[in-house]
């Protein structure tokens, strides 16, 4: 019994040690063997015709359109600015002649509407105009009054042989015609001159009114100057 049990684990043992190497062998294959790689070719990429160009641009163009949208709403908005403005500004510039027109045929006593609209028309000018423009609509209007009230004296004088209030209402007439005239067109030109002359032109204007502004500062000067009993410059 003993001897039958120690033959069969000797048996066991050597079929045991046979298959080891058996049984190691593929795995010691597959380590041996190489990595496989595995390649992924894409197809190639189609060439762009105009609108896949178109598509990749569109970002861009759609922001330039709408940055050209904007300037151009920008620049009708300020033409529609100025031209509200030259407008208004012609209004004042209408109603100067338009009240003399007034005066003058009706003898110094001008409708109380037509007065009225005069001044309306004045009212803005403070908010439409430079100090220039503002200051002589005052002396024109000191003018129109004076001219009213020279027809009025000559009108309550016409029974005296001494009257010369007619020497009166010629000499107001005269320089009422002036700043109608002559006087308000050279005030309003430069806020409704819609020509502008060439550069050149406009670089000697203002150099030939710079020397002017130093000519009368010089002048002023040697003015104070002589005032204090010094030399002048």
Known sequence: MTHGATA?????????VLSIP????????????????????????????????????????????????????????????NQSIYDKRFTVYRSVPTYWRNLIESKGEPPV???????SDLSHATFLFGPEVVQFLDEYYGVTEKYCNAFERLRNERASPFA????????????????????????????????????????????????????EWIADEDRQLNSRGLPPR
């Open 8 to 16: 069969m684990r000797r048996l066991f043992l050597t079929l045991t």
């Open 22 to 81: 058996v049984w190691s062998q593929p795995a010691q294959q597959l380590a041996a063997q190489a990595p496989i790689v595995v390649q992924v070719q894409m197809p190639p990429t189609p060439p762009r015709d105009v609108l896949g160009y178109l598509q990749a641009l569109g970002p861009l163009i759609a922001v330039t359109v709408a940055v050209g949208v904007a300037f151009m709403q920008r620049h009708i908005q300020k033409k529609q600015l």
């Open 113 to 119: 509407h037509a007065r009225q609209q005069f001044l």
């Open 164 to 215: 010369r209030s007619g020497d009166e209402v010629a000499a107001v007439r005269k320089e009422l015609d002036f700043q109608a005239g002559i006087k308000k067109t050279e005030v309003f030109r430069p806020y409704l001159q819609i020509y502008k002359p060439p550069l050149h032109i406009r670089l000697k204007t203002a150099i030939s009114r710079l020397k002017t502004k130093l000519d």
